[in-house]
């Protein structure tokens, strides 16, 4: 039995993480996805974009103010004050300062400015749920390879007893108290077992692509995982679907960006009805030009321009009378968009409830696999270790041995695959109740 311990020591080595080299933890890999993943990247500039809307329509309150200069020169025949036409060339220069405010647009900009928060809210939500999406995909494949690799190191334990069972045959077989077919049993038994290592070692080479993959890394090499602590299946109370859905309707992203948007939609129908309403508009502007004609004295360019001088105050009140029916159209279509986003909020309500639906059942169901996976590997443990003392003493045969191994892997592997599928369905619990993943 000390060989079997050295050998299984020796095949479960090579695999073991944290050996100059740093393991990943789930964390590390979801906030490492989230800082370089494209399509969070994107979302996040979809939100500066609506800052810079947001900015531009909050400084729509400020006065605009323009300066203009021009300079025109007419030739040719012109029409006289004495009402006769003469060959003359003219040159005129004018400068002007012109500034114009709104004082009063009907809401217009407060209604719109209020709209637009709101559209960077439902914006920043979208970008949280992202994130979300983004760290429970993170999580599902962080999950895959710690399962690949777990299955790398049953694969490569079962092949260390094979080794260690051929070599022990051998042994018996030189002294000839085996016989070669015992002994060619023995062999395939290892050939076997090596094929399914490296079948596990692909399976567990490809998880870790596909996570490097979606972590943005150049290359899985030297990439590995720091397995987290698996919740015994017993001392978890799993929540019933409603008290999960009541815990996320205040807390879940998408919710959130649906409200935002049936809000934002209600305040678009108040900015179609300022169409109604008058403007009012507040103009003021400085002015001044020089003009020369040929053949006629001109006062200097200085002087010209002090003694046309000019300012100007005015008042703009614009009244809509009609306007073909635009305004009415809009207030319709305004009101068409926010029941679109309250079934659409509605919808997502909905469809987030069945979802948690099936995460439940799930996890009701893998925390009861997981209990018949640990009760079916100890006795495959036990079946395996009291068929391995008769082998070893001749009570059984090569066959009956690889059928107890081929049974206690086959509990190892659903044991696994329970134990994995629970932590990943309790962390999608968790993932709904707004919960660190």
């Known amino acids: 039995m ?32 989230v800082e370089h993943n494209l399509q969070v990247r994107q979302s996040a500039q979809q939100v500066k974009q609506q800052e810079i809307t947001l900015s531009t329509t ?10 203009s200069v021009s300079q025109s020169f007419n030739f040719g025949r012109g029409l006289t004050a004495e009402n006769t036409y003469v060959n003359r060339n003219t040159m005129s220069t004018s400068f002007g300062l012109n500034a114009n405010v709104s004082v009063y647009d009907g809401g217009q900009t407060t209604h719109n400015l209020k709209a637009q928060k709101l559209q960077l809210q439902a914006l920043l939500a979208d970008l949280d749920k992202a994130r979300e999406d983004l760290s ?15 299955q790398l190191r049953v694969a490569r334990q079962q092949c260390a007893l094979s080794l260690s ?50 972590l943005e890394l150049p290359s899985p090499e030297g990439f590995i995982v720091e397995a ?28 959130k960006a649906g409200e935002y948007r049936v809000r934002s939609a209600e305040r678009n129908i108040l900015l179609a009805r ?10 003021a502007g400085l002015g001044t030009n020089y003009y020369h004609t040929s053949g006629f004295d001109t006062a200097p360019f200085g002087q010209q321009l002090r003694d046309n001088f000019s300012r100007y105050v005015g008042v703009t009140l614009s009244v809509p009378l009609f306007d073909r029916l635009a305004t009415r159209n809009q207030m319709r279509s305004a009101r068409v968009q926010l029941e679109s986003q309250k079934l659409a ?26 209990s018949s996976a640990n009760v079916a590997e100890e006795a495959s443990k036990t079946a395996f270790a009291l068929m391995t003392a008769k082998f070893e003493n ?29 932590l990943f369905r309790c962390k999608i619990i968790d993932f709904y109740r707004g919960r660190p993943l």
């Open 136 to 150: 429970l995909q993170v999580t599902s494949e962080f999950l895959e390879v710690l399962f690949q690799q777990e």
């Open 228 to 255: 987290p602590q698996i919740p015994e299946s017993e001392q978890v109370t799993l929540p019933l679907p409603d008290a999960i859905m009541a815990e996320a309707s205040g807390i879940k992203p998408s919710i």
């Open 345 to 370: 909020l509605e919808q997502i309500r909905k469809d987030m409830f069945k979802e948690i639906q099936q995460a439940y059942y799930n996890a009701v169901a893998a925390q009861e696999q997981c």
């Open 274 to 283: 300022t169409g109604y309403f008058p403007k009012l508009s507040l103009g």
């Open 165 to 214: 069972q051929e070599e022990r045959i051998r042994k018996l077989f030189d002294a000839g108290k085996a016989s070669e077919s015992e002994w060619a049993d023995a062999k395939a038994l290892v050939a076997s077992d090596r094929l399914a290592e490296t079948q596990a070692e692909n399976s567990y080479r490809l998880a870790l692509l596909s996570m490097s993959q979606l």
């Open 58 to 67: 909050r400084n729509s309150r400020l006065p605009g103010v323009d300066g």
């Open 2 to 33: 000390r060989l079997i311990y050295s050998l299984l020591l020796l095949a479960l080595c090579p695999c073991l993480p944290g050996q100059a080299q740093e393991a990943w933890s789930l964390e590390r890999c979801i906030a490492h996805a």
């Open 394 to 422: 001749g009570q059984a045969t090569a066959t009956e041995y690889q059928e107890a191994k081929t049974r206690l892997l086959k509990a190892q592997a659903e044991g696994l695959k329970a134990r994995y599928s629970f």
